[in-house]
């Protein structure tokens, strides 16, 4: 696939196929994760691969029922590394560590999208029990939720603003 094919193609998908992922799949997420830009190449993220049904079904639970996540044969927990604070201040706190892994998931969502994979960017979730439930250590906080696998449904492409609306050229 062309990459303007792959961007436009990418939905949000929350029905999954139990079909699990190959192993030589995932590692290929996991190297778009971390081939992403980040602020001062600081990396400041940490992903958490969680299979275990049980896991994804508390997850479930913290996600405000939103029960495809257990559906899906992988869930990735994306969080920001607040120790970029040392480097960067507040501004690295509160802006660059959430530009740093907001890139990283889009290459992965990308990725998983031109291999047939489905994903769905998850960010309505109670984040203290999260960080309870998977152990997430600080200066560590999870940001995303990103359920994976096959795909058992196809949406249709949402309405786009006009690229006038959006975007304002100076000259």
Known sequence: MEIMEIIKGRRSIRRFHSKSIPQELVEELKEAL?????????????FYF?????????????????????EAPLVVAACVDYSIERYYGRRGRELYC?????????????????????????????????????????????????????????????PRVKIEDAVEEIP
């Open 34 to 46: 971390i081939w992403a830009p980040s602020a001062g190449n600081l990396q400041a993220r940490k």
């Open 50 to 70: 969680i299979y275990n049904p049980e896991i994804k079904k508390r997850l479930v639970e913290a996600a405000l029922y939103q029960h495809f996540i257990a």
């Open 98 to 158: 959430l530009q740093d892994v907001a890139a990283s998931i889009e290459n992965m969502l990308l990725l998983a999208h031109a291999r047939g994979l489905g994903t769905c960017w998850v960010g309505a979730f109670d984040e203290r029990e999260v960080t309870r439930l998977l152990r997430i250590p600080s200066p560590l906080r999870v940001v995303a939720l990103i359920p994976i696998g096959y795909p058992a449904e196809n949406p249709s492409p949402p």
